[in-house]
Each structure stands twice: as C-alpha cells, then as structure tokens.
C-alpha cells in the first residue's frame, strides 16, 4: 500500500501543522524534511491494518475544513495558521475515533521529526533557561 | 561509550546460526528439543537442555539485530525489532498498543532487563486457585532465581547508571512516604545511555542476544532465524515435529522441517503461543482465553534542573508499595527524542514550545495490575487478534495511580505535570490542579495505555477443561509438547514478568532434562 500524491500533500500539511518549528526554540519545521520519503517508507514496513490506520488519518486531516471549520476545501488549501487550528481540534477531538487516529499520525511524524540529526541534538543539548515556564507556584510541600 | 574487542553476539560457532532470508532449498533436521522462540522463555530453556547434553534447535521468526547494529532511531527499531513495526495493538473501547520485540532474544532485547522474582501473594493465589502449589512454589523456583540472578548479573542500578530523573523519583516517593528504590536489572557495566528500548549498543543489558542464546549455541544448540513457525505436527497424540517458512533468498518461501525426538517446547508469547497451538490442532477451551497484562501510562513533569529525561538507566527506580493495595507500580522511564515527542502533550507551536523544555522534562509510569481478562484468537489473514477492555475497577485504580504520580511529581519539584489525559488539562501547575485527574471519568479512552506484560492465554493448572498445561508446562492434549512462557501463567503479578518466565521455563527445562516428564509432587 502507499499513498497517492494528493494524500501525501495532505499528510504534508497536517504534519507541517503539527511539528511547524520554531525560531525561539531553535527547531526547524518538519517541512524541510523528507516527510512523503518517510511516509513510503512505513506504508511498506506497516502491516495492512496499520496501513490503513494511516491512510485513514490522512483523509480525516484532510477533510477536516469542512466538519471542523465549516469549509469545504482540504487542509492543503488553508493558511498555515488555520492547519494549525484545525489539528489542535482533531487532537481533541470529543470522537475516540478521530482523535486516537490524529493522535498515530503524530506519532508517525515525531518517529521522523525527533529522530533528525538537528532535532535530537536541540532537544538533548542543555537548555537556556528563558525555555523554562514561569513558575506559577511553590513546590508543594518544600517552604 | 567504549566497544569491546568482540561482542557476545558475534564469534558465535561455525554454523550455529541458519539464517530463513538465505535459505536456498528446504531444511530437514532432527534434534532432541526443539524450542519455538528465542525470547526469555525460549532461550533459557534451551541452553538448560544444551547444557543436559541434548541437542536443540531454537526457532525464531524475527530477524538476529546484532549489538554493533543497534542505532538509536527509534524508526528504524520499530521496524526491525518489533511485531508488526511496533502497531500490534489491543481491540477494546479502546486501542492499547502491545509493545513486543520480535528478534532473537525476543522482548529482552528492547525491554529494561528488570528482575523481580514472583511474588509470594501470587504463588500462594496459584495454589490456592489453581492446585499448583506443589509444583510450583516459591521453594521450587529459588535455584531458579538464584541462577538466573547470577548469570545475567542482577543487581540494582548503579550510581554511575542512576539518572537524575531517578533520583527526583526516589525524593518524590520518599515525599509521598512510599517505598521506593534503585531498579533491580541485569546488567554488567550499564553505562546509562538510555537506550534499552532500541537495543544495548554496548551489550551491557543482558538480552537473551548476548547471553543465553549464544551461551546456547556455545552448548552445541542451533538456531533457526527468519523461520515463522505454522505448526507443531502431532502424530499418535505426541508432537513430532516443527514446520516454519522462510522468506529466502529472493523471496520465495522455504519450508523448514524440525524432527523433535524427545519434545517441542513453545516459548511465543502470551499472544502468538495460543494461535501457534490451534494451527497445531488442539481445542482446549481455555486456550486463548484468560488473557491478563498490565496496562501502563506514563506522565511527564518540567523540573527547574536539567534532568535530560533519557540519561541514566531507561528504568532505574521504582515503588512496589502499592501493588497489593492499589495494584499499581510505578517506576521512572527515559524516552528517546521520538518517544518522548509523543508523549509530549499538543500539536503545533504548543508542542514546539514544550520541546523547548525537553532537557528538563522527565516521564514517570503508573503500571496497572489490570484484573479483567481478554482473549486472542486468529482473525483475517492469519492475524493474531487479542480483545481487551480493562473493568470499570481497573481503571478506577489507573485513576488514582496516576494521579499519585502526579501527587509525587510536584512533591518531588516539578514546575508542570503534563499528565496526557484526554479531558484532564495539558498542563497542571500546581498539586491543587491534580484534583482534575481525581474528577475524570474512568474510561480507557482518556488514557494512552501502552501494555507490554502479557499472560494466561494457554495456563496451567490440574483441570484440562479450564487449563492447556498441567504443571510439569506438559499440553493436556499432547504429549510431548510443553508451553513454557507467561501463557501458563495462571495470572498477572504486578511486577515485570521477565524474571518469573526465565525461572518459570528454567524450571520446566531442568525438569525435563531430568527425564521428570510428568511431574511427580513426591519427587
């Protein structure tokens, strides 16, 4: 099984909105990867089931705009900030269904976003510390 | 990190290793034993009954990963290491991934080698339910254990191995008034890397790959890699021979014949052992039934110091203290990049701002004593199918289990816990916040459970009509053919079975290569 050119684009932009990168983090997006490589990849090491798993988390990325957001239109054809919202609300989604499968094709996506040679050394690499939250509280139980 | 000369894995005697991905024409043999898999269960039998002066042959359908092959994509080990590139999941309300190597030395290769002899509680229940009290008790098991804990190295984890994560683990616990300690492994000179789940790049961890396995073959035994085994031939009511495929060389399929003069152990796991059984023709109505695993979550805290969450031993502490009242243990974890990405809470510039803190995150793990069963059979294709659901208690239990872990991550310092709940908060500031996770709903579907401890699916016990082995690991049906993995055990223990199946199997062999075929509660 492998995935068409359109359902890699799809794949493309929901992984693009999942791991975009950042700048004040110093991580690049997954974009400037080999995400359809990567995707070929699995779908022939994947046994049949996982497979569709897949494919079938591609399609509901892809056609989310229009039971999400009331668009119809694809992810590929939103603005980067709008694939960004919209998978924000499939990661949470109320539906076990949508929400486990977002959840695989993240997973598919961090196998290849933090196993980059530039994204494992940043994230192991000791961290400056304006990266740490604000403490919002004193610890529990130490004065 | 520095190589030795020769690994164990490599040096291993001229011919012992028969490779099914460069076979050219069919394989016939003739042995003694032959032993279906080279995991923790397969692997020690098969150097105890090498050791007899029986000849084996070890079958095994995964791949032989070397030491010095190991790398540290987690990608690339899901895809030669684990069943089914690392998808098998669990059929239920919900879909809980089942993480199993699938190599030669089995889930021994990519689990964190930790020893926990069985527990006392759970031998007497196996008496008490199961009539296995006589052969089977703690006495029986002792020079088991002793062995076991001897040859491979057990002992908790070093200073050197301890990682920061561990330490914030064991003040946390200490916090909370629970027990705790140092991870009980088997390993010879763990250097902390982190990186157990992938393989040991320096052979420390003492996989069935580097120790019995080749101490085996040392022995005089044998070992069939990349053969998938179809069925266990009976002729008469007695198991006479294995028969597997090959990929070989070019892709065609070569059959491989194992003639068994005296006995054909199956050590497959808890998942493949009760299919590998019915393709062999037995009907036992318990065979695939009972099937019992302990559920895990993990959670991750920001702490202010720099705990590099995949420095120091993958799994070096852990609390046991609650696993008769609660039925949970918890125990730290260090994740890979890749791992701990998905563990990592949100998508987007949420998610890339909490990469940020990856240098100061950590992961804990509440494991669950689930009491439900599940079952495995066969679905399409051939495909081994295990259904579980955890029981409404069960995941009462996970509820405060993981909320306790939350509880110990603030106590222990955390800024943040990100607990990885579907309808908790991503984040939790404070331990007052923890009351989220005490209000939700107890449903399987709001976890991300990942199970790796897999039992009962062909279990002992005295009666054929709710048991497939009687307790010398011998099959009700057929003579000749023992089950030596956790599928015998009656129950789950609470703690990590990996000690409990080698004494288990060690037992069975070592009775066997007594000539003790029936087991004989006078002797």
Redesign the interface.
């Known amino acids: 099984m492998k995935l068409s050119a359109f359902e890699n684009a799809w794949a493309g932009a929901a992984l693009g909105?999942?791991?975009?990168?950042?700048g004040?983090?110093g991580?690049c997006g997954i974009a400037a990867m080999d995400v359809a490589g990567?995707l070929r990849q699995?779908m022939q090491?994947?046994?049949?089931?996982?497979a569709l798993?897949l494919r079938a988390a591609v399609w509901i990325a892809a056609l989310a705009p229009l039971f999400e957001l009331g668009r119809a239109t694809t992810i590929a054809r939103l603005k980067p900030s709008d694939r960004?919202r919209l998978?924000?609300l499939l990661?949470?989604s109320r539906l076990?269904v949508v929400?486990?499968l977002i959840?695989m094709l993240?997973?598919f996506g961090?196998?290849?976003?933090?196993?980059d040679a530039s994204?494992?050394a940043?994230?192991?690499?000791?961290?400056p510390r304006h990266?740490?939250?604000p403490?919002?509280?004193k610890?529990?139980?130490?004065t | 990190m520095t190589a030795p000369a020769a690994f164990p894995d490599e040096s291993l005697p001229e011919g012992s290793v028969v490779d099914g991905a460069r076979a050219t024409t069919p394989i016939e043999g003739a042995y003694d034993y032959v032993v279906v898999g080279s995991g923790a269960a397969g692997a020690v039998a098969a150097h105890v009954l090498a050791a007899s002066g029986a000849t084996v042959a070890l079958v095994e359908e995964g791949p032989w990963i070397k030491t010095r092959d190991f790398g540290e994509s987690v990608s690339e080990a899901f895809g030669r290491m684990f069943r089914d590139a690392g998808t098998q999941v669990m059929e239920g309300r919900a879909y809980i991934p089942v993480i199993q190597g699938r190599c030669v030395g089995g889930s021994t290769v990519v689990n964190s080698a930790i020893a926990h002899r069985t527990p006392e509680d759970v031998l007497a229940d196996w008496a008490a339910r199961f009539g296995l009290g006589a052969a089977i008790d703690a006495r029986a098991l002792e020079p088991h254990f002793d062995a076991l804990e001897r040859d491979l190295h057990a002992s908790p984890v070093s200073d050197a191995a301890l990682g920061s994560k561990d330490r914030a683990f064991l003040g946390g616990a200490d916090a909370h008034g629970l027990g705790a300690r140092r991870t009980h492994r088997y390993e010879q000179g763990c250097e902390g890397s982190g990186r157990c789940f992938t393989g040991c790049p320096t052979a420390a961890k003492q996989g069935m790959n580097v120790s019995y396995v080749p101490w085996a073959l040392a022995l005089g035994a044998r070992i069939f890699v990349g053969w998938r085994v179809d069925q266990v031939v009976v002729r008469g009511g007695r198991a006479v021979s294995v028969v597997a495929r090959g990929q070989g060389e070019g892709g065609s399929p070569r059959p491989l014949t194992l003639h068994a003069r005296r006995g054909v152990l199956v050590a497959a796991s808890a998942v493949q052992t009760p299919n590998l059984l019915r393709r062999s023709g037995l009907r036992s109505p318990a065979l695939g039934q009972h099937f019992q695993c302990h559920p895990g979550s993990a959670i991750a805290g920001v702490f202010d110091d720099e705990l590099q969450a995949r420095a120091g031993a993958t799994q070096g502490a852990e609390s046991t203290s609650l696993r008769q009242t609660l039925g949970v243990k918890l125990e730290t974890i260090a994740l890979q990049p890749e791992l701990a990405a998905v563990r990592i809470p949100g998508v987007g510039r949420a998610l890339m701002h909490r990469f940020g803190v990856y240098s100061h995150l950590t992961t804990w793990a509440m494991v669950l004593r689930a009491a439900a069963e599940g079952t495995v059979d066969a679905a399409w294709g051939g495909r081994d199918r295990v259904r579980f659901n955890p029981s409404s208690s069960d995941m009462q239990r996970a509820v405060r289990g993981v909320a306790l872990l939350a509880r110990m991550m603030f106590e222990a310092g955390a800024r943040e816990v990100w607990p990885g709940l579907y309808g908790v908060p991503a984040t939790l500031r404070s331990i007052d916040d923890v009351r989220a996770i005490d209000a939700m709903p107890a449903d399987p579907r709001h976890f991300s459970f990942i199970s790796t401890h897999l039992f009962g699916t062909a279990r002992m016990g005295l009666d054929p009509r709710t048991s497939v082995v009687g307790p010398d690991f011998q099959s009700h049906e057929v003579r000749g053919l023992y089950v030596v993995d956790s599928s015998v055990f009656p129950t789950n223990l609470g703690v990590n079975p990996q000690h409990s199946i080698m004494a288990m199997s060690r037992l069975a062999a070592t009775r066997l290569a007594a000539g003790r075929t029936r087991f004989n509660a006078a002797a």
Not at chain 1, 139 to 142: I, N, Q, T
């Open positions: 909105a999942m791991f975009p990168g950042s004040d983090v991580l990567f699995m090491r994947l046994p049949f089931r996982a798993g960004e998978v924000v990661i949470k076990y929400r486990s959840t993240k997973t961090a196998l290849l976003y933090a196993g994204v494992r940043r994230l192991t690499a000791p961290s990266g740490l939250v403490l919002r509280l610890r529990a139980g130490r």
